[in-house]
């Protein structure tokens, strides 16, 4: 197909749009262009994570048809202008994949023209100190501590003073020796007893730490993979631990007193559970997230589930839950990139904010974040998907900050609310600082609706 091609306006398109990495496989395809070679591009182009997408008008008419025959059924065309959320999208990847290859005048060109042509408030981000490939993160209450485990096993205790912008590393424990396949999935501060703190993996073992001494002080063998647990916040009653497995049906509750699994609830009844988490306000109440909903557990009915929530307006898969800080409201996420806004003690579904500006559904569980800029209820979200991670006011279904950090793969995210600052980090990468941006008042146009009852399946 050599000199069928208008190759002049091919790369003079690639060029204006900043397109550096199209440009050089536009070269490679020009220097051995034959129908074999052209076919490959074009599948290439398809196939590939950027998703570019090209377009007929830059072939005459002729040698449209005649391409279209040979390359069948994909068509050599030119980059046409996709709509502005994949656009954006499709230029993050882009800027990624230029910093990546070491292309930095190529990578900071692109990322001018998105900040310029799509006025994104962009904010600075940095690596923190822990230089390791870090697994899972947790904050103290009083965000200046922080937890750290690495895929190696190690674990970390972290501090940050407010204002700062990069951590200490205070404490550190290293296994003897590292167990392939093997990490931990969840780390957590002990509630009351801030000495202390549990963590779960895929040893199948939850163990307890002493911050002190870093050595673990406790050890309860629950059999299989874990992936989350959660501890209850009641210094009155029974010091309670909420275990999930990660391929098997089931919550396991442990007491930390006895050192012994107390039993295991539903086991074939619920499915296989994401999350788990106490109620803050209601200390005998414990919701777990399954793929299809929310459920509520009463510790002194019988332990069996007293009701299951499921937002009646999208059956998609729910990949993430969030119980405010006082307890009042329940926050999910949903496959097909909508949040879900429940009055906990009501039970009811209060609304539901679908999001304008994910390419694609959400096909992994995260760990977002809530917050709120004034003394409320948290009506501003954190949701960390893919290499970003946007911005979400729940009041108006609005996105107009998406931050972008140096990692891949980000699920976890921590809002430091004395700072205003973000820490994102994903499976097996490095955690990133990320400043908030404070200019938020155009987000709080829309007052917030009133709760509304929804019948739901009653057990």
Known sequence: ????????????????????????????????????????????????????CLSEFCLPVVERERCSKVVHPFRVTCIRQLSTSQTLFTMYREYRDLRESGMMCEANSLLQQVETEHLLKMRTTN?????????????????????????????????????????????????RCVIPRTKITCLRWHPWDHSLFTSVGTDGRLHAWSAATMVPVQETELGYKLKYHSICNNPASEPLIAAAYSDRAGIAIVDLRDNIPCFRMAIGEIGISSFVEWSPREKDRLLTMSPTGVYVWDMRSFRVPVKKLVPP???????????????????????????????????????????????????????????????????????????????????????????HGPISGVDQCIYRRISQQLIICGIDSRPCLCTVPTDLDDLRQTPPPQPAPVIDDDF
């Open 1 to 52: 197909l050599e000199g069928t091609v208008d190759w002049t306006e091919v790369f003079s398109a690639a060029k204006r749009l900043n397109f550096w990495a199209v440009y050089w496989r536009l070269c490679l395809a020009k220097f051995k262009a034959t129908a074999w070679k052209i076919c490959i591009f074009s599948n290439y182009c398809r196939r590939s994570p950027t998703r570019w």
């Open 127 to 175: 690596l923190l100190s822990v230089d390791r490939l870090t697994s899972r993160m947790e904050m103290d209450p009083s965000e200046q501590f922080f937890l750290f485990a690495e895929v190696t096993g190690i674990v970390r205790i972290a501090q940050m003073r407010t204002g700062e912008k990069n951590m200490t590393i205070i404490a550190e424990w290293v296994p």
């Open 313 to 403: 307006d999208d059956r998609s898969k729910l990949r993430g839950m969030k119980i405010s800080s006082d307890g009042q409201h329940l926050f999910t996420l949903q496959g097909s990139n909508r949040f879900g806004l429940w009055h906990l003690p009501l039970m009811i579904f209060v609304q539901s904010t679908p999001s304008q500006e994910f390419s694609s559904v959400i096909d992994k569980t995260v760990e977002f974040d809530m917050f709120s800029l004034v003394q409320c209820d948290e009506n501003y979200a954190f949701i960390p998907v893919y290499d970003l991670v946007h911005l979400m006011c729940l009041r108006t279904g609005n996105i107009p900050v998406h931050l």
